[in-house]
């Protein structure tokens, strides 16, 4: 399951020296946003955002704490790395231009795994219409580490922070939560039976769904454009990325309001459904501290209430109220539970 298996061609980094590497991971990536106005070649790229505002957002990706090459294909993994990013940027209610990307590699890593790598790399790119403007490469004593950062633009008016919500405000979220996770918990289910019997395939046709929201998630880069339609602007937006209690409640510490959340109207996936019930896991507990879903969170005033109800892209999961009515899960039962924070945390390792 280590990565020297998977290709038996191996090209030594040290073949092409550091600006080889960069010129040869490079040599694909086309520039399509007007903003850029000098990429990759030189110290520093150059941007002309004229009359925009700039958002800026980075991430870091560690073998071992973030990802685990043993079942994430590393075409996967550069796509997801700059997924992560572009949802940041998304979270701003602002649109993805730019990324760069740094790279740092032990010496287990051929040539042939990077260019996979970048493969996913320059695909997310290209879907998501982002220019790749620079980066840097170094040595890692172990493992692999992805640094990318990720530039936007938006109209002053458009740009959303977390510190809007009102105590009057819906909240709002897009897509289904929770299937990250469990794609994640299948992997690692699949991992453990293979180490002890590796002649064992696993047959992952029932689990696509949610393998996939965990190896090849999307950033919700379309949400801008269906809110602008339904003239809509959200009071706060954060994207789920550690988990909904989590967003939910920097929020509400951000926008110094309360918070009710019900637990009936949180959208799941059936097949969602389904693998926590054969795992034997409370389906709730999952929906609300998975993470890793790139999902919207939001809120809208009252009195978007018709704009936006009934429509398929969005479910309306609660309500702020005043700061001192507290953060609260309503559940089926009508009990109400104060909302803690137990989604990825990356300083628990």
């Given at each position: ?7 038996p ?15 040869h ?11 850029t ?26 073998e ?16 997801k790395a ?7 940027i ?16 032990s ?17 997310a790119?290209k ?38 919500a ?13 299937s ?6 299948i ?37 801008k ?14 994207d ?7 967003e ?8 110094k309001?309360g ?11 059936p ?8 795992f034997?896991?409370d389906s709730?507990?999952?929906?609300i ?23 398929p ?34 300083l628990?390792?």
């Open positions: 399951m280590m990565i020297e298996d998977k290709n061609n191996r090209t030594s980094l040290s073949e092409l020296g550091e600006f080889g590497l960069i010129e991971l490079t040599k694909d990536f086309t520039v399509k946003n007007d903003s106005f000098k990429s990759i070649g030189d110290d520093g790229a150059v941007l002309n955002f004229k009359t925009k505002k700039v958002i800026i957002s980075t991430d870091l990706l560690i071992g704490v973030h990802f685990d090459l043993s079942y994430m294909p590393l075409r996967h993994l550069g796509y700059v997924v992560v990013n572009i949802s940041d998304c979270a701003m209610n602002a649109k993805a231009t730019q990324i760069t990307v740094s790279v740092a590699v010496n287990r890593f051929p040539l042939e795994a990077l260019e996979e790598l970048f493969d996913g790399i320059n695909l790119s879907f998501y219409n982002v220019d790749v403007i620079g980066g840097d490469t170094t040595t890692s004593q172990k493992g692999l580490i992805i640094s990318i950062t990720a530039i936007g633009e938006a109209d002053e008016e458009e740009i959303v922070y977390r510190n809007g009102k105590e009057t405000d819906l909240l709002v979220v897009s897509g289904d939560l929770g990250a996770y469990m794609g994640l918990q992997l690692e289910r699949e991992k453990q039976v293979f180490q002890a019997n590796p002649n064992n395939q696993p047959d992952l046709d029932a689990y696509t769904y949610l393998i996939e929201r965990q190896l090849k998630p999307e950033a919700r880069h379309d949400i454009n269906m809110l602008a339609i339904l003239e809509i602007k959200p009071t706060s937006m954060i789920i990325s550690d988990g909904l209690s989590s939910i409640i920097h929020i509400c510490k951000q926008s309001v918070c009710n959340l019900y637990e009936e109207k949180i959208p799941v996936d097949q969602f459904i389904n693998v926590c019930e054969e034997n896991i709730t507990t999952i929906a501290n998975g993470g890793e879903d790139y999902e919207l969170l939001f809120t809208i005033a009252m009195d978007d209430f018709n704009k936006i109800k009934g429509n892209n969005f479910t309306i999961i609660g309500h702020m109220t005043q700061e001192s009515e507290g953060i609260h899960l309503i559940t089926r039962s009508n009990t109400k539970i104060p909302l803690k924070a137990r989604g990825w945390n990356a628990e390792i």
